[in-house]
Structure formats: C-alpha cells, structure tokens
C-alpha cells in the first residue's frame, strides 16, 4: 500500500504526543500523510512553569492562544505537517475536568452539537480520505468530557462521512478505526521500573490510576522506539502541560509516567489484519509473544 493515510483526532494540544506521539513519528518518517484534528485549544489547562502562570483561565485567560504554537512545535519535532483544529482555533473551548463549572459554558465542547461538530470532522475526512482513524474509547481514556466528546464526535463522522446523503463533497469510508490503549501490564512495570530511577516524580499505584485496560483487549501494537527521542522532544514543546525528566514525564500532578516508544490500540471497527511477524515487541525489557497487529493499515489494500 503506498497511499498510506492516517487521520487522528485528540482532544486537546498534548493528548496527541502523550498518547500517540510515536506512532505519528513513525508513521510520518515512513511516508504517511499523518493528519492531526485537534478538539480544543486546551484554555483550562493547569500552567506548570510559575513563569507562565498569569496565562492560566482564571487570570490572564490566553493559554489556548499560546497553546497553538506549542502544538506547532510538538508537531514539527513529530514530523507532522497537516494539522486542523476542529471548526477552526476556538470554535469549541476546553470543558475542563468532568463536574467543574466550565463544562456548563455555552461553548465548550463537551456541550457542542454532536452532528454539528461531526460535520465540520466529516469535511476534513472527506478532503483528506484517511484509511485509518484513531481516536479515544467510550470513557474518552480517562474520563475527561472532552475526551468523550471527541470519542462520540469521531464515531459519528466515521458513520457520516460514507453516507451520500449527509453534506457535501464525495462520500468516504474509512476501513479501521482504533481507540488508544494501555495495557495494565505495561503500566506495572512502568511503575516498578520509575520507582527504582531516582526520578524526581512521584509514583502512584498502577490500580489508583483512572485509565489502563487488560492485555487480552489490545489488538495492535506499534513498536516506534526508534522514534521516541522525537516523542521527547514534542513533549517538551508542551511546557506548560509537561515536564520531562527522561524517559519519565509528569503533567501538574507531578505523577510520573513512562514516555513509551510502543503505543498500543484497540480496532472497534474494520476487519483486522495479520498478527505481527519476526520477534515479539519488548515492553519493558520483557519480550512476550503475541498475536496482535503490528501496523495500524495491517490488511488494509
């Protein structure tokens, strides 16, 4: 297959790196068209250097604006050249942590109209015609609103984008579409290993976290560690939402994660493709053999 396309769609500026930077490196330094679609532009972020508090919402309120250019250089440093914000820079704001009183703004987009905002994802799926899309799953990973909504946003246009009858422009239909994973496994040993670095993060028991799923549930796994100083590197353009003491790295929590370089997923739709070939992944320092797809396209023709 030489027309590889590959459209992925996050909620906020950083979800793209943390969650699947090395995949978009890989995929980019391989010749994919990697389109990026981005939610929000991330206002109600917490703001980590004390330097750059006063853009925080409750002051200065201008971190959305100065979020697009670190999302700029995160992509740069990915490799990523085709990159669109959802209805354009702004057109839905960050809804914050799910329960808060931003979640009730009239333009948040966890209150956005599902088809209204599926239309303006139709449009670029229709332009772009990726074969793949990758998105979050139902809990939106975490239990973020905006992560759901962006899941909720994703399954619609998938549906809408193949039927003639809905917009304008030719209808597409998209093979696979995946949810990013982490499997619990590779969360344990993350933390084992974290606790045993010296690193100035904290370490939290893998059973407190509010995301992981069970290993039998993956169904893809993307070995891009050759790309992961470029993972790095895009992370450390989020100033204001990550720290990095590599190769660990923490949000304002100060709870240190792993900065992977093999990303996992889970197929929801599309027919999977052959299990991986040659030696079985290393996760951790553990090869364990598997069945899973190795390439997000695997099938597709």
């Not at 100065?66 to 702004?90: N, Q």
């Not at 974290?194 to 893809?220: H, N």
């Not at 050759?226 to 923490?250: G, Y």
Request: aromatic residues 6%; negative net charge.
């Amino acid at each position: 297959m030489t027309d590889r396309r590959l459209m992925l769609v996050h909620a906020h500026p950083d979800d793209e790196t943390i969650g699947s930077g090395a995949t978009m490196a890989r995929y980019a330094a391989e010749g994919a068209h990697v389109t990026l679609v981005t939610c929000t532009l991330g206002e109600e972020g917490e703001v980590i250097p004390p330097e750059l508090a006063h853009l925080a919402a409750d002051r200065d309120d201008t971190l959305g604006e100065y979020r697009i250019g670190e999302l700029a250089a995160a992509c740069k440093a990915l490799g990523v050249t085709d990159h669109r914000f959802l209805g354009g820079p702004g057109r839905w704001r960050d809804s914050g942590m799910m329960g808060v009183a931003s979640n009730d703004r009239e333009n948040a987009f966890w209150r956005a109209d599902l088809d209204e905002a599926a239309g303006e994802l139709v449009r670029i799926i229709r332009e772009v015609r990726p074969q793949v899309l990758v998105t979050y799953d139902e809990n939106g990973f975490y239990g973020h609103p905006d992560h759901i909504q962006a899941h909720r946003v994703s399954w619609r246009a998938f549906e809408l984008a193949a039927d003639p009858a809905f917009g304008e422009g030719r209808p597409w239909r998209i093979a696979k579409l995946y949810h990013t994973a982490m499997p619990r496994s590779v969360m344990r040993r993350a933390e084992e290993a974290m606790r045993e670095s010296g690193t100035r993060f904290a370490a939290e028991a893998v059973d407190d976290l509010p995301f992981g799923c069970a290993d039998k549930d993956v169904t893809t796994e993307i070995d891009a560690r050759a790309h992961v100083e470029r993972k790095i590197e895009a992370m450390r353009a989020h100033t204001t939402q990550i720290s990095v003491d590599a190769p660990w790295f923490a949000l304002s929590n100060n709870i240190g994660q792993q900065v992977l370089g093999v990303e996992h997923y889970i197929l929801r739709a599309g027919v999977p493709g052959p299990a991986g070939q040659g030696a079985p992944v290393e996760v951790g320092g553990l090869g364990e053999p598997h069945d899973r797809e190795d390439d997000l396209f695997a099938g597709i023709h």
